[in-house]
Every structure is written in C-alpha cells, then in structure tokens.
C-alpha cells in the first residue's frame, strides 16, 4: 500500500549539532511533501514545504532535501536547540487535499 | 492567537455513548479536516470537506460522521464510541490550493472511552 516512512524512530542529538531526519516515500505521484512539527500536547505545525521539482528548499535553520530517484526526504536542523525537542512528520500529498503522514521522528535535543 | 479552536480539550464519553467533538476556525479557509491519532502513530486521515462538499476516506468507518454548517465550524461525530476509538482527534483547515497544502492543526481533543 502507499505509505510513507521514517527510517528512524528516535534521535538524540546535543543542542548546537546538526540534525538530520529521514523519511522514504512510496507514492510515486506525490508532487509535494511538507514537514511538520509537533510538540506535545499540540497539533502538528508547518516547518517546510517542497515540491517535486525542487531539490532542495532552505528556511530559518532547516533545510529539507528531496531525492525523487530514491523516494527520500530529509529535514536537516541546524544548530539543534532545546526547542527543537518535538516529534518530527514527514507528509505528501498524491492527489487533491489527501495528505499522509508518516510515522514520525522524535528528536531529544541533550543540553 | 489559536487560528483553530478545538473544543474540548479532553473528553471522556462510555463505550457506546454518542460523542461529538467540534472544531473552529478563524482562517476562513474553503478545505477542513479531521484526523485520528493514537498514542506514538502519526495522524490518520478520517475525512474532510472542500466547502461543503464531503470526501471520506475509504478505510474510515461508519462510526465516524462529520458535519460542517459553516465555513467557520466542522463537527466529528462518533456514534458508538468503542475502545479503540480511545484517541487524540485533531481537526485541520487549509486553503483551496492542492498544489501547497499546508494544514493548520488546533490543539486536539483527546477522548477517551471507558
């Protein structure tokens, strides 16, 4: 079935590192991919968005890498900081307003 | 400012008593959603409405009713809560533009079933 995947299920990394999380994709005709956050006890919130004809899009401290040869998505996060501790999702959307997320990342950040 | 407003927060009902959960929004986005999450998975897509047009996912089930008498207010219904619907119900809206789908999420209502 369609899924999309994280590859790890929790990372821990010192704050002031750069962080760096997968996810693999499986439906090929997904044009468009957002990462979200969410940090407990609240919804899902907007990170970074790229669409399938861009490699690479850059925001305030986050990168997001697309390889559509590979189906894989990363986030990285630089200079991790404590207020980066939340669950990361990776989503896409195949068609019209369908968005699937996958399983989700959660990220320690050590002081 | 919460931009999507989801009332309660917390809610306990018994198995098989009638629930609803609501949902506003201050956005005045065409597109709202209603997601399912249980505890350490990543939200579940139950259906949503483009206006007031209705598309169910095909794995929900008919347990899960929505209703949408406005642009600002979207309504879940769980008819005949069972155990396993024990979860955090998270309501989404987004604009009408397929091609950037950006969802904001309110805070969730976490139900549960006793």
């Known amino acids: 079935g369609e899924s999309v995947g994280l590859h790890l299920p929790t990372l821990s990394v010192q704050e002031g590192d750069n962080s760096i999380i997968n996810c693999a994709y499986s439906?090929?005709?997904?044009?468009?991919f957002i990462w979200y956050k969410q940090e407990s006890g609240k919804g899902p919130q907007f990170i970074i968005d790229?669409?399938?004809?861009?490699d690479k899009r850059q925001g305030q401290r986050v990168t997001v890498l697309l390889n559509k040869t590979v189906k894989h998505l990363s986030l990285q996060i630089a200079a991790t900081q404590p207020g980066d501790s939340a669950v990361y999702f990776c989503?896409?959307?195949?068609?019209?307003?369908?968005?699937?997320f996958g399983a989700g990342t959660r990220l320690f950040v050590k002081a | 400012d919460a931009m999507v407003i989801q009332n309660p927060r917390y809610q306990v009902t018994q198995f098989g008593k009638p629930v609803t959960l609501s949902c506003s929004q201050t956005?005045?986005?065409?597109?709202m959603y209603w997601y399912q999450q249980k505890s350490s998975q990543a939200p579940k897509l139950l259906f949503h409405?483009?206006?007031?047009?209705?598309?169910n996912e095909a794995d929900t089930p008919d347990n899960f009713q929505s209703r949408r008498p406005n642009t600002s207010f979207c309504f879940l219904d769980i008819r005949s809560p069972g155990l396993g619907d024990a979860a955090m119900y998270l309501c989404?809206?987004?604009?009408?533009?397929?091609?950037?789908?950006?969802?904001?999420f309110g805070a969730g209502t976490r139900l549960s079933v006793l």
């Open positions: 790229i669409r399938s004809n861009m």
């Open positions: 989404a809206t987004s604009r009408d533009s397929p091609v950037q789908n950006i969802q904001y």
């Open positions: 989503a896409e959307t195949p068609g019209g307003f369908k968005t699937i």
């Open positions: 439906n090929s005709a997904s044009d468009y």
């Open positions: 409405y483009y206006d007031k047009d209705f598309n």
């Open positions: 956005l005045n986005h065409n597109v």
